[in-house]
């Protein structure tokens, strides 16, 4: 396949990509969310990034659709910076793919996203990324309940799988 090909290939991803996007809206804008067409692309931008980025391929359309349908009804969310924020949820979903080792689905990672965004993170998108989501992976990854919380126990495991290593 020839490079010009190729390139050609990828605009027609995009613009399909960007057309769902803008799709969303109609469900959005009951929340008073709505996205650009110029906001959609770089979602889309975004999202190959941190494809990229994470050393994932991704086959279909995508999660973008999923986490705006899914986070369209927190009561954190406004018109401001949304696009900024959804780029931000794009890339923190990625990391903690990699991060939970595919070990939980796609559906079930946006959920958690969700329930901690808008439940004890109260709207903070660093809380998310940087205490719940990663306490989260690190449950995942110890084989443990995502929502476990006891932090002694925690430790403890972890000393003991550093002492059998």
Do not use: H, W
Not at 66 to 95: C, G, H, M
Not at 123 to 139: I, P, T, V
């Amino acid at each position: 396949m020839s490079f010009e090909l190729m390139l050609f290939d990828n605009f027609l991803i995009e613009k399909q990509a960007v057309s769902e996007i803008l799709l969303c809206n109609k469900i959005t804008a009951d929340y008073a969310l709505v996205l650009s067409e110029e906001q959609a692309l770089e979602l889309v931008e975004t999202r190959s990034d941190s494809l990229k980025n994470f050393g994932r391929v991704e086959f279909g359309g995508g999660i973008i659709e999923k986490v705006i349908l899914t986070f369209a009804d927190s009561p954190y969310l406004s018109q401001y910076r949304y696009a900024e924020f959804l780029n931000d949820l794009v890339e923190i979903f990625y990391y903690f793919k990699n991060e939970t080792l595919d070990l939980m689905n796609d559906d079930d990672l946006i959920g958690y996203m969700k329930k901690y965004f808008n439940g004890v993170c109260q709207g903070s998108l660093d809380q998310l990324k940087f205490r719940e989501l990663e306490r989260m992976a690190k449950n995942i990854r110890l084989g443990l309940d995502p929502d476990y919380n006891d932090l002694y126990e925690t430790e403890k495991i972890l000393e003991s799988e550093d002492d059998d290593e």
